[in-house]
């Protein structure tokens, strides 16, 4: 199995702040294989701000990926390829020389995803569709940064916190579909009055005190 040491924050279009903490990846973390991670940790005192995460969930795999620093257009014969800026290009397994996109990046007879490879060598570096025709040339060796990213395979669970009235908390469910790029959204409310414990979708949080700016709490239990 392909295994490495190696500390990232996994960045995503939910904003996570230092209270929900970092995911890494580490010596015994293999490669490609599925696993949900999830922030903050099962009963970690935790302290979160208005419009906050205060737990985000996710399943997939942790994938060898490129990700160009600026978007690069190469085209041939008709045939138009682009490169986009901040979305990475990642292997599907172990096995692959290429890199897959998560978006459609070949426009010739109807857009659809290409795989892509990555030459680098100082700068005459090169972007390629896998077939090699249709490159992004005389690029930079930093054009691309190689990395290890964890790649969600299922859609993403997150809750915000949106503030205080009285004794009513209340916060927002998202799931983010990591394939169609979907996002619902659905506000949820604790009366703490009634207890402080917000149960969801097999999540149950406990809230420690709470201002209409900021919450205290603990994840007792992760969605199911």
């Not at 969930?57 to 990926?65: F, S």
């Not at 257009?73 to 138009?80: D, I, L």
């Amino acid at each position: 199995m392909n295994k490495l040491i190696l500390s990232l924050i996994f960045s995503f279009s939910f904003s996570l702040t230092a209270s929900t903490g970092l995911w890494s990846i580490s010596s015994d973390t293999e490669l490609y294989e599925t696993l949900t991670l999830q922030s903050p940790d099962i009963n970690q005192d935790t302290e979160a701000y208005l419009g906050d995460n205060i737990t985000i969930t996710q399943t997939g795999a942790w994938k060898e990926c490129i990700t160009p620093v600026q978007t690069y257009y190469a085209k041939e014969a008709g045939r138009t390829m682009v490169y986009k800026e901040k979305e990475p290009l990642c292997k599907l397994s172990p096995k692959d020389k290429a890199y897959f996109p998560s978006y459609d990046n070949y426009t010739f007879y109807g857009p659809k995803p290409i795989p892509v490879t990555w030459k680098p060598k100082k700068n005459k570096s090169k972007l390629c569709a896998e077939n090699g025709w249709a490159c992004a040339k005389k690029l930079p060796e930093n054009a691309v940064i190689e990395e290890y990213s964890f790649v969600p395979s299922q859609p993403v669970k997150s809750i915000e916190y949106s503030g205080k009235k009285s004794n009513m908390l209340s916060f927002i469910f998202s799931t983010n579909d990591p394939i169609t790029n979907e996002i619902i959204n659905r506000e949820i409310d604790l009366d703490l009055s009634e207890g402080n414990i917000l149960a969801y979708k097999g999540l149950l949080v406990e809230v420690i005190e709470s201002t209409s700016m900021n919450i205290k709490y603990k994840v007792v239990r992760g969605f199911k």
